[in-house]
């Protein structure tokens, strides 16, 4: 499939979703990371830069809006379809950089930032289905839902087997990181899976080789599951 762009007010209203959650996300990691332990560590650290990240999660929307499939210009692609798209990959977008650096620095997601994300996209998810034109809504739940299933089942097997395998926010990131792909192609949540163990692959041997100890490492799986979400969202009309 090409790429085409979503052209006009979509994209401004991909731009201003974003902007007004990181905004929020900006002004009150205190409040959402609702440690004080975590917030005195991630106040020190060197990544953690609250404007600069909201504006990354900007510059990351518009790209995501941009390089949409040329459906969001098509015919069966509605008004209510462009906005609740908007809707979606700009929250997406904002939580995105925080998320990152928070779960590199404190290895750690957020539930008062998952939480509202999994909540608002599930609320686009279920409008687009119900008042949109689209078929990419009804197929954003299923892959989201399946993602959710699959991750619990890996997470509650290392469990089982005392083997650290991911951890609870890892699975209930799940829901967005397969969902989010799935209004750019059907087959993007594949292609994600496949990106972001390639990229926590090699995080781990990096961190292994750092530490000199594959046994003793230890990564944060978030950042992998992140990036592949775009990633493979994007190349995937293209690859598949």
Same mark, same amino acid.
């Given at each position: 499939?090409?790429?085409g762009?979503?052209?006009?007010? &979509?994209?401004?209203?991909?731009?201003?979703?974003?902007a007004?959650?990181?905004?929020?996300l900006?002004?009150?990691?205190?409040?959402?990371?609702a440690?004080?332990?975590?917030?005195? $560590?991630?106040?020190?650290?060197r990544?953690?830069?609250?404007?600069?990240?909201a504006?990354?999660?900007?510059v !990351?929307a $518009?790209?995501?809006a941009?390089? *949409?499939?040329?459906?969001? %210009?098509? &015919?069966? *692609?509605g008004?209510?379809?462009?906005?609740?798209?908007?809707?979606?990959?700009?929250a %997406?977008?904002?939580?995105?950089?925080?998320?990152?650096?928070v779960?590199?620095?404190?290895?750690?997601?957020?539930?008062?930032?998952?939480?509202?994300?999994?909540?608002?996209?599930?609320?686009?998810?279920v409008l687009g289905?119900?008042?949109?034109?689209?078929?990419?809504?009804?197929l954003?739940?299923? +892959?989201?839902?399946?993602g959710? #299933?699959?991750f619990?089942? #890996?997470y509650?097997?290392?469990?089982?087997?005392h083997? %650290?395998?991911m951890? #609870?926010?890892?699975v209930?990131?799940?829901?967005? $990181? *397969?969902?989010?792909p799935?209004?750019?192609?059907?087959?993007?949540?594949a292609?994600?899976?496949?990106?972001?163990?390639?990229i926590?692959?090699?995080?781990?041997? $990096?961190?292994?080789a750092?530490?000199?100890?594959l046994s003793?490492?230890?990564?944060? *799986?978030?950042? %992998?599951?992140?990036?592949?979400m775009?990633f493979?969202?994007?190349l +995937?009309?293209? !690859?598949?």
């Open positions: 499939m090409d790429i762009v979503l052209h006009g007010w &979509p994209i401004a209203a991909t731009a201003v979703v974003s007004g959650a990181g905004i929020l900006a002004r009150c990691p205190t409040w959402w990371l440690d004080d332990g975590h917030s005195a $560590v991630l106040a020190k650290a990544l953690f830069r609250p404007l600069p990240l504006i990354l999660g900007v !990351l $518009v790209a995501a941009l390089l *949409f499939p040329d459906t969001g %210009a098509a &015919p069966g *692609f008004s209510m379809d462009r906005l609740l798209l908007a809707l979606s990959l700009g %997406a977008a904002a939580a995105t950089p925080f998320l990152v650096v779960d590199i620095v404190v290895h750690r997601l957020p539930d008062r930032i998952v939480y509202p994300l999994i909540g608002l996209e599930l609320l686009a998810l289905q119900l008042l949109g034109e689209s078929a990419i809504w009804g954003g739940l299923i +892959a989201g839902g399946a959710v #299933l699959f619990g089942v #890996l509650l097997i290392g469990r089982v087997m083997v %650290a395998t951890g #609870l926010g890892d209930k990131l799940a829901f967005i $990181v *397969f969902c989010v799935t209004l750019f192609s059907a087959w993007a949540p292609l994600v899976f496949i990106i972001m163990m390639l926590a692959g090699i995080a781990a041997l $990096v961190a292994a750092a530490k000199r100890s003793a490492t230890t990564i944060a *799986f978030g950042p %992998a599951m992140l990036s592949g775009w493979g969202s994007v +995937a009309p293209n !690859l598949l």
